[in-house]
């Protein structure tokens, strides 16, 4: 299909141009950008990206605003005259395009990108972009590397200012990952530019640029603390009381869930959170609300979660079914406590929409002739799940049972 033909209908000619910009400034500008720049009526951007463009800008300038919505309301308000937008390197990666594009139509806009930061970091390097972990830890959590540390892994890590690279090399030794090497990349493509190596647990570089982007050629200690990719994790890597879905269990119970890219589930009861935390490690794009009646507990859950490397997993401390009110539509849903109070699983049932997906899991007779009921009424998967795990007895072994678990799952149709 031609481009113009996936314009609405009611779109303009391009009126906005984002423009990548590095740390050369000017220098590293083609014709057209440095023209959009000249004939701008406003350009909006960083104080340091205005500085950089100032001998060309000719109409208003405009610093980034806080919040950033205020800017984009800015922006907009300059809809038909020539505006430029300052960005850094990529627009659209881990940029300010991304945000704009959601208010504004692209047929309007026109985009000019200069390399990545990531793009830079791996020509320096010599590392193939394509097969190297990228994550942003700007503005965000630190947390949100640890799924990424696996043994061998190249990561290249986008931090917030001069100090991330000394918080990045703590939490990579302190979780058995000191034997790292990290690489700090400093002002790139600029005159300030610096390239420096150094173990994480041997870490001590002083005046880093705030502008910098962190390497990690992954080592792991026998120790460290590495997180598999499959499901099911060990119930050790958890902080929790007790009340934890058990590991062969939670894996049936997520396969059972079927997770799908960027979806939302609610985890009612959910106790550690292991069933919450492990659906958001199957896609940085998926969404978790956990939903636990004890304080004690939910405190634990947030814990987990930072540890982990999804500290976007909403915890919500309250019992079902109150506390599921005005929450977002769920995808699908676990149960795994307290689904036998009145009304849980009516709200649950109505929240689905069409296609969503229920499971919920029981170890006592009530919950389980709960399940029984729902099952003999709209159909759906039942299973029994039972495990023996060996132990000693004596001085020989046997077989111990741990609990049955009886899972329902069932598709809203």
């Not at 190249?154 to 991330?164: N, P």
């Not at 000394?166 to 300030?192: H, K, P, T």
């Not at 390239?195 to 502008?211: E, H, K, M, R």
Request: aromatic share 6%; with cysteine.
């Amino acid at each position: 299909m031609d481009d113009g033909q996936a314009f609405s209908a009611g779109s303009i000619a391009p009126w906005l141009t984002i423009i990548g910009l590095g740390e050369d400034g000017l220098a590293g500008l083609g014709d057209e950008a440095k023209r959009c720049i000249a004939g701008a009526a406003a350009v909006f951007g960083g104080t340091r990206h205005l500085a950089l463009a100032a001998p060309l800008i000719a109409g208003e300038q405009h610093s980034w605003l806080s919040p950033f919505e205020r800017s984009v309301e800015a922006v907009i308000a300059f809809r038909g005259m020539p505006v430029v937008v300052l960005a850094s390197g990529d627009p659209f990666f881990f940029g300010v395009g991304v945000t704009l594009a959601r208010h504004i139509d692209r047929s309007q806009m026109r985009v000019l990108p200069a390399p990545s930061s990531f793009s830079l970091a791996a020509s320096r390097l010599g590392w193939a972009l394509q097969d190297t972990v990228t994550v942003s830890l700007h503005g965000r959590p630190l947390d949100l590397i640890r799924p990424y540390l696996q043994p061998g892994n190249r990561i290249l890590a986008l931090t917030s200012d001069e100090h991330g690279p000394a918080a990045l090399a703590a939490l990579l030794a302190e979780n058995g990952f000191g034997q790292s090497r990290l690489i700090v990349l400093e002002a790139l493509g600029g005159a300030q530019e610096r390239i420096t190596s150094q173990t994480a647990s041997d870490f001590s570089l002083a005046g880093i640029n705030p502008l910098n982007v962190c390497a990690i050629d992954v080592v792991a200690a026998i120790d460290a603390r590495v997180l598999p990719l499959g499901r099911g994790l060990d119930d050790g890597l958890f902080e929790h009381d007790g009340q934890i879905t058990k590991r062969e269990v939670r894996a049936l119970t997520l396969s059972a869930l079927a997770p799908r890219r960027g979806e939302l589930l609610w985890d009612i009861g959910a106790g550690s959170g292991s069933i919450g935390i492990e659906w958001m490690l199957c896609d940085p794009a998926m969404k978790a609300i956990a939903i636990e009646g004890s304080t004690e507990r939910a405190e634990r859950i947030k814990r987990n979660a930072a540890r982990f490397g999804v500290p976007g997993l909403v915890v919500v401390q309250g019992a079902a079914p109150a506390a599921l009110a005005g929450l977002p539509r769920p995808d699908a849903v676990f149960i795994g406590g307290g689904g036998s109070e009145e009304g849980v699983m009516a709200t649950v049932i109505a929240a689905l929409a069409s296609s969503g997906r229920l499971v919920a899991n029981a170890v006592t007779t009530q919950m389980e002739a709960l399940l029984l009921e729902h099952h003999a009424r709209l159909g759906g998967s039942l299973i029994r799940i039972d495990i023996a795990r060996a132990s000693p007895v004596g001085a020989m072994t046997g077989w111990r049972p741990a609990m049955p678990v009886t899972q329902w799952s069932w598709v809203k149709p």
